[in-house]
């Protein structure tokens, strides 16, 4: 009786003891996977500070969880009413007996209060978060994160100063206009263009002024607008009363034989370490097309940047002595033999006298280049403010640096045929924003005075007068 009894006894003992083991590894096991997965939570940060939302805002929040990954989020927008709008969500399923494995992810979204039906006012965004923790079922759903806001969708009020505008194509022009204090950026538009508008040292917060140019090319029915851009991405366009003149611009033929392809072609290719084609027309086009393109590029990003004042002391100073080469806007063929191989615009002036003459400032401003530049050769690029910058091509030597402060009058260098030259000249241009317009206007004390003077007194605004100084322009 006792060995049967203890015979059914063992048995039992070893099950229990087996249970008692089994219990102790799943808790072992258990507390060692809470341990290493983290009871924390999941966390959630705004990236970029957002006070107000409006037709285009963005948001960028980023979300945190430990070891085991993030299972979900959702990010939603309350109304004033209390009711919540969905504004992004997102499941991140288990890849293992560990979690998701996904410890940080960012949430990116562009947010439209219009169409998600926010009326103006304030509003808050909710963010919510889960993980993949053993523990995270005890969690109660509370937002990680909440973003006070005000949805503003009243684009800013501009109001252009002055009377009737006009602008003849490849020419400049300028505006003056109010903003309103929530006013982020603004300026002119001119197709795709926007020319930005500064306030100028000494002027009135609210008051902007801008340079714009219409392009010598630009297609019928293009017209300048004012715009503005608020905090919340709300944009106002205005017009204003301009008008557009048409002009025409002469046209050549240039022949490039052999002799200028092996002489200045070539040679400029190996210059800025570029690969020379062995065929001629290849080797022109390379120089022509793709290196006018970089030069072009580069001139753009050097006049990115322009002091918030117009440094003018009068009409800008032709180069005197000179006799004119090609002019403004021309339209080039380019033949090699009988072939036309390329078409460019001439985007300046081309103006010659003496070899290696002194090339002379032609406004004050301070010098923001000098530097090899291509098919420009060696230059100095002046900024005269507003965007408003001439360029001197073609140098033999330079006798200013960067950063200089230069007068009107003063020698920036001597002339020369570096770069994609045939001869000794210079190349002057100016430039706003880094569009090529046609120096002739800037040359004019009659024209300066209409359209720099005249709508800067019809606002009321003095300190930017300019005298007439100078030779006159070109005819």
């Known amino acids: ?29 258990g507390g060692g996977w809470i341990l290493w997965a983290g009871t924390g939570g999941p966390s959630a940060r705004l990236l970029a500070p957002i006070d107000v939302v409006g037709r285009t805002t963005p948001l960028e929040v980023s979300l945190s969880a430990g070891r085991a990954g993030l299972a979900s989020f959702e990010m939603m927008a309350r109304r004033p009413d209390g009711t919540l709008v969905l504004l992004a969500e997102e499941q991140i399923p288990e890849t293992g007996l560990l979690g998701s494995g996904v410890t940080e992810r960012t949430a990116t979204l562009e947010l439209d209060a219009k169409a998600l039906g926010l009326p103006e006012g304030p509003g808050e965004i909710e963010v919510y978060a889960t993980d993949h923790a053993p523990t995270a079922f005890l969690r109660p759903r509370e937002p990680l994160l909440r973003i006070p806001f005000r949805v ?13 505008h006009w602008i003849t194509r ?3 022009d300028l505006v003056v ?15 795709k263009s926007v020319f930005p508008g500064q306030r100028p040292q000494s002027l009135p917060e609210h008051i902007r002024v801008a340079l714009y140019t219409v ?32 002009k025409t611009f002469p046209a050549e033929e240039i022949r490039v034989g052999d002799s200028f392809i092996d002489g200045t072609v ?45 440094a003018l002391t009068g009409a800008f100073r032709q180069q005197p002595g000179t006799k004119v080469g090609s002019r403004f806007a021309e339209r080039r063929s380019y033949l090699y033999g009988d072939q036309v191989v390329d078409h460019q615009d001439h985007l300046g002036y081309d103006l010659a006298s003496v070899k290696q003459t002194p090339i002379l400032a032609a406004q004050d401003g301070t010098v923001i280049a000098v530097e090899d530049l291509g098919i420009y050769g060696n230059v100095v690029l002046i900024d005269h403010g507003l965007g408003l910058a001439s360029l001197y091509a073609h140098l033999s030597s330079t006798e200013v640096s960067q950063g200089d402060l230069v007068e009107a009058g003063q020698t ?31 040359w004019d004390p009659r024209w300066v005075r209409l359209h720099i003077e005249e709508p ?19 005819q």
């Not at 009786?1 to 096991?29: A, N, Q």
């Not at 503003?152 to 009020?157: E, I, N, V, Y």
């Not at 206009?177 to 929530?182: A, G, M, Q, S």
């Not at 293009?222 to 003149?245: I, K, Y």
Request: cysteine-free; charged content about 25%; proline content about 7%.
């Open 177 to 191: 206009y109010e903003v309103e204090p929530d006013t982020v950026s603004s300026g002119v538009e001119v197709g």
């Open 215 to 246: 392009p010598h090319d630009a297609p019928d029915g293009m017209t300048p607008r004012v715009t503005a851009l608020d905090a919340a991405g709300n944009r106002r366009v205005v017009a204003f009363p301009v008008e557009v003149r048409a």
């Open 170 to 172: 490849g020419g400049s």
């Open 266 to 310: 070539r040679p400029l290719l190996e210059a800025h370490d570029k690969e020379v084609p062995a065929d001629p027309v290849e080797a022109f086009l390379a120089v022509n097309r793709v290196m006018r393109r970089a030069s072009e590029r580069r001139i753009r990003e050097l006049t990115a940047e322009s002091m918030p004042r117009l």
């Open 1 to 29: 009786m006792r060995d049967s009894f203890g015979r059914r006894e063992r048995p039992r003992r070893l099950g229990r003891r087996l249970l008692l083991w089994t219990i102790l590894v799943g808790v072992v096991v």
């Open 412 to 442: 920036v260098g001597r002339s020369g045929e570096t770069g994609l030259a045939s001869g000794d000249h210079l190349h002057f241009s100016i430039l706003i924003r880094g569009r090529h317009v046609d120096p002739i206007e800037w």
């Open 152 to 164: 503003d969708l009243t684009p800013p009020k501009v109001r252009v100063l002055g009377g009737q």
């Open 456 to 474: 800067l007194a019809e606002a009321g605004l003095t300190g930017s007068a300019t005298a007439d100084a100078g030779s006159g322009p070109v």
